[in-house]
């Protein structure tokens, strides 16, 4: 299996903004509220696709599910839950192409006082596992906010990268560190100030 950490990385931000967006919805859903919807599609050579979409919500919680068949045999499937209450959020989404090959993704996170844990695995069409273990807080008052992530590769390599950042009255500074598989490690660090 070929799993790129770059591509692994925009699943892990994918993910995190889902997260953030299904985050600042919730509030509004005072109410319980559900949502269903199916569709077929039948082309010229009689061959069907399919798509179906469940949504539940009401406040501080939210889940929801889409599933597609494809007129091909391909097929796709993907949910997500969040629980504020419970500082928690999962998901879980798997493809599988015309030809039977399959690939899925998972994640779990959970948050609250300032801070966030996500575990996330992939497994690619050929049965390899890549994994990623990341954790990060923030504190409002200071302005500084600090990250760590190790990435478990299908080969079992492994490269850690931990940074940190802070901002304030126009200024904002970062730096990070990151760990190969093999202990060689690149440290960056970049700083912006703007005076009135």
């Not at 997500?80 to 996170?109: F, I, K, W």
């Not at 901002?167 to 730096?175: D, L, N, Q």
């Amino acid at each position: 299996m070929h799993t790129s950490s770059q591509s692994y990385r925009r699943r892990g931000l994918a993910a995190t903004t889902l997260l953030a967006l299904l985050c600042l919805s919730l509030p509004l859903q005072a109410d319980a509220r559900s949502r269903e919807r199916s569709s077929t599609r039948t082309n010229a050579q009689g061959q069907q696709a399919s798509r179906e979409m469940a949504v539940e919500a009401e406040a501080g919680s939210r889940s929801a599910s889409r599933s597609r068949d494809g007129a091909y045999g391909g097929s796709s499937s993907n949910s997500s839950e969040v629980d504020l209450a419970a500082g928690s959020a999962a998901r879980e989404s798997s493809r599988t192409g015309p030809l039977g090959r399959s690939r899925s993704h998972s994640s779990e996170t959970s948050f609250g006082d300032g801070g966030y844990t996500r575990s996330g695995s992939a497994t690619g069409a050929n049965g390899g596992t890549a994994s990623r273990e990341v954790s990060g807080s923030y504190d409002a008052e200071t302005g500084t906010a600090t990250r760590s992530a190790t990435t478990t590769g299908a080969n079992g390599q492994s490269y850690s990268t931990t940074s940190s950042s802070s901002h304030g009255e126009g200024s904002y500074a970062r730096t990070s560190n990151t760990t190969g598989p093999q202990g060689g490690s690149v440290e960056t660090s970049a700083s912006v100030s703007v005076e009135p």
